[in-house]
């Protein structure tokens, strides 16, 4: 059984920063796509960044330049930088893992970016 268990989320001032973390179990997570989604209030969930089992980076065209994804395959854990905040960045946020065509999702993270 997959679990994904996140931390890091909270209310931070625009230009701020804030870090996620998703802690995974029970995957082959090293060859496993994860990477983190959002979803703000009335809109539809929307890719904010991933990253390939073979370090490949995608991310949305609005955070480029200021957010890095990142993964630590040892500890099974990936990460979201988050620097230059906008109240426009206000959503919660799901980390995600692919394996073996099945996606799994994390409980959600609330960010919220005050102007």
């Known amino acids: 059984q997959v679990q994904l268990v996140e931390s890091g989320g909270g209310l931070v001032q625009a230009g701020g920063s804030l870090t996620l973390s998703c802690a995974a179990s029970g995957s082959p997570f090293s060859f496993s796509a994860v990477g983190w989604y959002r979803q703000a209030p009335g809109k539809q969930r929307e890719l904010v960044a991933r990253i390939s089992s073979g370090g490949s980076l995608n991310y949305a065209e609005s955070v480029k330049g200021r957010f890095t994804i990142s993964r630590d395959n040892a500890k099974k854990t990936m990460y979201l930088q988050m620097n230059s905040l906008k109240p426009e960045d206000t959503a919660v946020y799901y980390c995600?893992?692919?394996?073996?065509?099945?996606?799994?999702w994390g409980q959600g993270t609330q960010v919220t970016v005050s102007s």
């Open positions: 995600n893992l692919l394996s073996w065509g099945l996606d799994y």
